[in-house]
């Protein structure tokens, strides 16, 4: 009898559902996704009108005046930028807000306890990113474009970029939130960190515009390459071929990814 109990007890920290906790990480992608979508106009109309307001003033004090950037006019030479910006910035506000509100109220331990490993919690908080990412995009692409008159001259690849965007700025907010320790720290990473990152990738302009030394550092900034790439996707132009785009986003995101999933497996600023 004595030796069954002690079975039991070993039994107790044997992982009984494979190698990976499906319906785990399913209910943590559930979650995610459900976290942003009760609140769907600040999570996905108030993107939407942001994009819409750019593509407006820039339509009104820019467009008509410049001349055509790469080969096509301005107002669609920014379309792409405008999407693809809109679309990190919702990804990194995704897993970084959740991260850093679960800190904060004292239930990060909810997420900590169930069986599931530090891989699934990333793949899981990531997933719930890009998801709004996605969702952004899409009412993005159906909405303003149509009114701008901006076609899609490859999908697939459009497609690609705007997920592994979503993923590296998703993977990017974990990061953040699990550094930050209050609202206000996320808010300094968000304004000094994300938004340079954004705004300075050749959102609004073709790099091949800036001196040579800052056109090098800008092929240093993986967000350029995600915005390139969506613009390739879109346009159908780029700045930079959109192979080896994927291959510097492909490894920047798993750069990021792996950070904190090294940080979740130790548990740093998460347990203490």
Known sequence: MAETGLTHARDMGVRRFGRFNWLGLWTLIR???LRFLVVWTQTLLAPLVTAGLFMMIFSIAIGPQRGDVMGVSFLHFIAPG???MTVIQNAFAN???SIVVSKVQGNIVDTLMPPLSAGELVTGYVVGGVVRGLLVALAIAAV???IVGVGV??????LVFVVLGAAFLGALGLVAGIVAQKFDQIAAITNFIVMPLS???GTFYSIEALPPVINTLSHWNPVFYIIDGVRFGVLGVSDSAPEKGLVVTLAATAAVGGLAWYWFRTGWRLKS
């Open 153 to 158: 001259a490859h999908p697939l690849w459009a």
């Open 82 to 84: 405008i999407l693809t």
């Open 144 to 146: 303003l474009f149509p």
């Open 95 to 97: 897993t970084s807000s």
């Open 31 to 33: 979650r995610e996704t």
């Open 199 to 201: 705004f300075l990738s």
